[in-house]
């Protein structure tokens, strides 16, 4: 078995090759987790890595993001529940009154391949809604995108939102948007801000596993 053909295949976008790939390794008697961890997850950090250097773009990403999930659905019935367990779980929508949703999606496209379990509240998510999801499914980090200025408040109301509700203890908020900046994020009292979706993925993972390692987070990119 050529090592890396998983891994490549999930680079290039190959879907086809990505779904032949895993059933050949599994056949083989790979093991499922090293599969996930040393092939998929790792080429998807790689995708994102290429994102940021702007060697690759949206469309890259993407087609890497279906052979991923390919890939992942043939594996998943072979992952033994205690070492397949996500990294985190992250709540994800965009705020009230926004109804874009490219970004939002190619957030959770990312945090799922590089091993978050998603729960995405699709768009125009009220400062309730955000506080009772949070409350609902105690995730590791709650991300919240406006794509417009005059949206932009409802970030630090849904902020407030979760404060009140008193369930913003151990939670890492993660905001971003094009009109979003990292001294936004600071005035608001969020943890964390990405520009976008690859910078989001490697935040939110740097971010859980410093959190897991008992030290304080690192705010910003």
């Not at 309730?128 to 999801?133: G, L, M, S």
């Amino acid at each position: 078995m050529d090592d890396d053909r998983l891994y490549q295949s999930i680079l290039l976008g190959d879907k086809d090759e990505a779904a032949v790939a895993v059933t050949a390794a599994l056949a083989k008697g790979a093991e499922p987790e090293r599969l996930l961890s040393e092939q998929m997850i790792a080429a998807m950090s790689e995708v994102g890595r290429l994102y940021e250097e702007q060697e690759y773009f949206i469309p890259e990403m993407m087609i890497s993001a279906r052979a991923m999930k390919k890939a992942l659905s043939i594996l998943k019935p072979r992952l033994s529940t205690g070492q397949a367990a996500p990294l985190g779980r992250f709540v994800i929508g965009t705020v009230k009154g926004d109804l874009h949703d490219i970004g939002k999606n190619l957030v959770a496209i990312m945090l799922e391949g590089v091993g978050f379990e998603v729960i995405d509240l699709g768009v125009d998510v009220s400062p309730q809604k955000f506080a009772a999801a949070v409350q609902k499914h105690h995730p590791d980090i709650l991300g919240m995108s406006a794509l417009l200025t005059t949206t932009m408040p409802y970030l630090e109301r849904s902020i407030e939102a979760i404060q009140f509700a008193g369930v913003s203890l151990n939670l890492g908020i993660m905001i971003g948007g094009a009109p979003v900046s990292q001294g936004y994020a600071e005035r608001i009292g969020a943890d964390l801000y990405a520009p976008e979706a690859a910078s989001a993925a490697r935040l939110a993972r740097t971010y859980l596993i410093t959190k897991k390692g008992g030290t304080s987070p690192a705010q910003g990119t």
